[in-house]
């Protein structure tokens, strides 16, 4: 099974409105890193949280990490166009000895005009 | 460039053939990442550099994938005799920090990737 799940899998929505996409791992976050793909391109990084409690926002995405360090939500106001694109959570897990990030499946963000 | 660049960007071999990918990481930055993205699914992890001490491996699928750094910087990624299911996007990652850093310097960079087919 995946050691981080995201869901939704799949998200169309108008443009203008709010969505949220949730990050559940089953075991203690050490440093979660969202980012975001579009097709055939590398990843672009959007936010790093560390602390338990954490929320950190930038333009109109808004990404938090409970209180647990288990679980992360990244939310986006007002949607726009611009924000479609498959969004990644990748982490390091239990605090293993590499910084290596155990990643997601993403969750592919269609904004409709 | 300011940002982590990747050659060649897409590559078509023959089942059999060797491949070689390149990664150039952001300067400076002493730790650098291998991923592998298969259609659908996140980056999985392959093998891990700090400088060129090559540190973790345990992602490499099998030993027909090499990895090698050799002077702290540019790296690069072989696979010999390849096969269908080396099919994938290869990613290359690089980081300011040295192993467990948090905070912003353990921040991962990604290139634009190499689109390996295997026919």
Known sequence: SQELEQSPQSLIVQEGKN??????????????YWYKQK????????????????EKSHEKITAKLDEKKQQSSLHITASQPSHAGIYLCGARLGGGATNKLIFGTGTLLAVQP | ?????????????????????????????????????????????????QNEAQLDKSGLPSDRFFA?????????????????????????????????????QGTQYFGPGTRLTVL
Request: charged share 20%; with cysteine.
């Open chain 1, 19 to 32: 969505l949220t996409i949730n990050c559940t791992s089953s075991k203690t976050l050490y440093g979660l």
């Open chain 1, 39 to 54: 097709y055939g391109e590398g990843l672009i990084f959007l936010m790093m949280l560390q602390k338990g409690g954490e």
């Open chain 2, 1 to 49: 460039g300011a940002g982590v660049s990747q050659s060649p960007r897409y590559k078509v071999a023959k089942r059999g053939q060797d491949v070689a990918l390149r990664c150039d990481p952001i300067s400076g930055h002493v730790s650098l990442f291998w991923y592998q993205q298969a259609l659908g699914q996140g980056p999985e992890f392959l093998t891990y550099f």
């Open chain 2, 68 to 104: 090698e750094r050799p002077e702290g910087s540019v790296s690069t990624l072989k696979i010999q005799r390849t096969q269908q299911e080396d099919s994938a996007v290869y990613l290359c990652a690089s980081s300011l920090a040295r192993r467990l850093a948090g905070g912003n």
